[in-house]
């Protein structure tokens, strides 16, 4: 296959798999004898011990193609998440696995028409206006496999139904390194292009571009690959943005939108003159976005959109004095790319509405205490202050209920967290600014480890009101997911 990398070599698995029969994957054991006593299409089969069991590894067409590549047959998905010339591969314990032809009836559904073959991109698609509105969302299918495995772990049978539901919803891809992008920007704009052939609505996959040199100056559980410095932005632009850019040129027949860089603009605006490490990366971030959006922000089924923090960090009136120049001009240097406009909230947890609220000493005076409040106030600044295009979305997938934080700035792990509204576009009335509320932060990957021997380890995931234990960013966090459920609001 194209996508050379093992997430994650589980060589116990890998040893377990090869030993199985290909009844495994259907739910019926393996026959200890070979005597058979019936045939179908998945292989052939025995009786023992008064159950089902299965013959060997393979029926008619039912072979582990895979092994001989190297990778595992799937033992217990049948979502295509990829396919090339040897065959489907899905994705099971964070490895790619190969799917089983003639194997299809495990009782899993698959999620609508990810099933295709090699899709061809078709004719130029072009994003007016809204590229949320008369769309099918992508469902990323490792998303799925994450929330099954999260489900086996559950036994409150009205928690997993609720845990159900989450299969049904959108969340964004982390391109959070070069070797992730790799593994999940082509085959995600595959299965969504599959999904859109079959089905002929467009399909929107949203990807979170995010590897910048110097990434997250100001925290330390998302740092990142590159450092800030010029043979790492050299390896950024050449080994991360242009081969997106080279997988954009190519998928152009699909809604995409881009999530750029989250809080590195907001860190240009606030933090600079206080943390050094800010002040470092200064030049990579600007010069990065000039790079990016030129690359970018060409496309005419490509919608950008920059992140601008929250409110609890640009809501203050200088803060957005000051980010409305540092956006313009960022904007400027993309020339002439196009930004559609704004995401808030990414990973955060500030409501979307608080009326209890209001600018006083409770909000250390910040006159934008929720993220409605926010984005209202900042669609009149960025727009008086010249930006052409000034839409916004919301990621509401933990903001569903005021969080047991004590202070908005904390960002890390919140216990107390809730699911937000469900991914929606134009979803407030009289807003016709707001695109979307859209979910970027898969709920259940940790926001960073609370091990504080860990190199990671950020302060601010050891605080009070910080979930523990908590593992690395990105990682699954089974009882923060199993709150996110339960707080939902609206309930799931
Ligand atoms: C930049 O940082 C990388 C580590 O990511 C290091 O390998 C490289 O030597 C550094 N380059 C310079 C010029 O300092
Ligand atoms: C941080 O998140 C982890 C998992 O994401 C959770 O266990 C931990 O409680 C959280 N910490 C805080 C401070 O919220």
């Known amino acids: 296959m ?31 004898g070979t005597e058979v006593v019936y045939t179908d299409s998945d292989g052939k089969w025995g009786v023992e011990n008064g159950n089902w069991c299965g013959i060997g590894n393979s029926g008619s067409s039912a072979s582990c193609w895979s092994q001989a590549l190297g990778f595992p047959c799937c033992t217990s998905t049948s979502t295509v998440y990829y396919s ?50 008369n769309v099918e969302f992508y469902i990323n299918p490792y998303y799925v496999e994450e929330v099954d495995n999260a489900i086996s772990q559950m036994s409150d049978s009205s928690l997993i139904a609720k845990a159900e539901k989450m299969k049904t919803y959108s969340n964004a891809i982390w391109l959070d390194n070069i070797k992730n992008m790799q593994s999940w920007l082509e085959p995600n704009l595959q299965g969504a292009l599959s999904q859109q052939n079959s089905g002929g609505t467009p399909v929107l996959t949203v990807f979170v571009v995010y590897d910048l040199p110097g990434r997250d100056c100001h925290a330390l559980a998302s740092n990142g690959e590159l450092l800030a410095n010029d043979s790492d932005m050299e390896r950024y632009k050449s080994e991360y943005i242009d081969v997106i850019e080279g997988h954009l040129k190519k998928y152009k027949s699909q809604p995409v939108v881009l999530v750029i860089e989250p809080d590195s603009l907001a860190n240009m605006v606030t933090n600079i003159e206080t943390t050094p490490a800010c002040a470092d990366s200064q030049t990579y971030y600007m010069d990065g976005h000039a790079y990016l959006l030129k690359k970018l922000g060409v496309f005419a089924n490509v919608a950008l959109y920059l992140d601008i923090g929250h409110a609890f960090w640009l809501g203050w009136d ?56 926010y984005l209202e106030a900042m669609h009149k600044d960025f727009t008086s202050a010249g930006i052409q295009s000034v839409y916004f979305f919301s990621d509401t997938s933990r903001n569903g209920k005021k969080t047991d934080r004590k202070h908005p700035g904390e960002w890390c792990n919140q216990t107390g967290c809730g699911i937000g509204a469900r991914p929606q ?68």
């Open 318 to 373: 200088d803060n957005r004095e000051k980010a409305a120049k540092v956006y313009s001009k960022v904007i400027q240097s993309g020339a002439p790319a196009k930004v559609r406009g704004f995401v808030d909230n990414v990973a955060n947890y500030t409501p979307w509405e608080d009326p209890t609220l209001s600018r006083g000493p409770d909000t250390e005076w910040n006159p934008c205490p929720d993220e409605k409040r």
């Open 425 to 492: 576009a134009s979803p407030i009335s009289g807003m016709e600014y707001l695109d979307a509320f859209y979910w970027v932060k898969p709920i259940g990957e940790s926001d960073g480890t609370s091990d504080t021997s860990a190199k990671r380890y950020d302060g601010y995931c050891g605080h009070e009101t910080a979930m523990k234990p908590a593992p690395e960013a990105g990682q699954w966090f089974q009882k923060f997911f199993e709150e996110g459920l339960k707080n939902a609001n609206p309930p799931l």
């Open 84 to 133: 090339d010339n040897d065959g489907d591969w899905g994705v099971e314990n964070g490895n790619w696995c190969g799917i089983i032809k003639g194997g299809g009836s495990g009782g899993n559904g698959g999620n609508g028409g990810n099933g295709g073959g090699n899709a061809t991109p078709g004719e130029q698609y072009t994003i007016q206006g809204n590229p949320f509105a």
């Open 2 to 32: 194209k996508v050379t990398f093992a997430l994650s070599a589980i060589a116990a698995l890998a040893a377990k798999v090869s030993a199985a029969c290909f009844s495994e994957r259907l739910g019926y054991p393996c026959c200890r």
